[in-house]
């Protein structure tokens, strides 16, 4: 599996910004995309997740809950990471990943785009 991420970039403070992540090569056994962010200094945190097949199912860490949306593209093997009301707090590099797992631990993704940056100005 490989992921390509994109769509980051420089914001002021509650703008907004949608991040791509394109994947190939994904099996029917990784049904899971996910989105991680890491900020300078600190571990690598859970921003949300979504499956790829069936019925749509997301799940956000609560700092994001409201402002963020998971959404998906079967056809185009896309998902998107659709970020309103932006905070200087969000700046950070944007991971998406691929797994088997509907988790939030970043252990149990086993494919990682390359990340993108979004800065958010104050």
């Known amino acids: 599996v490989q992921l390509q991420a994109s769509g980051g970039g420089l914001v002021q403070a509650g703008g907004s910004l949608k991040l791509s992540c394109a994947a190939s090569?994904?099996?029917?056994?990784?049904?899971?995309m996910a989105w991680f962010r890491q900020a300078p200094g600190k571990e690598r945190e859970f921003v949300g997740n979504?499956?790829?097949?069936?019925?749509?199912?997301?799940n956000y860490a609560d700092f994001v809950k409201g402002r963020f949306a998971i959404s998906r593209d079967n056809a185009k093997n896309t998902v998107f990471l659709q970020m309103n009301s932006l905070k200087p707090q969000d700046t950070a590099v944007y991971y998406c990943?691929?797994?088997?797992?509907?988790?939030?631990?970043?252990?149990?993704?086993?494919?990682w785009g390359q990340g993108t940056q979004v800065t958010v100005s104050s």
């Open positions: 090569g994904r099996t029917v056994t990784h049904d899971v």
């Open positions: 979504i499956n790829w097949s069936g019925t749509s199912v997301t």
């Open positions: 990943a691929s797994g088997r797992f509907f988790t939030r631990l970043p252990m149990l993704y086993e494919y």
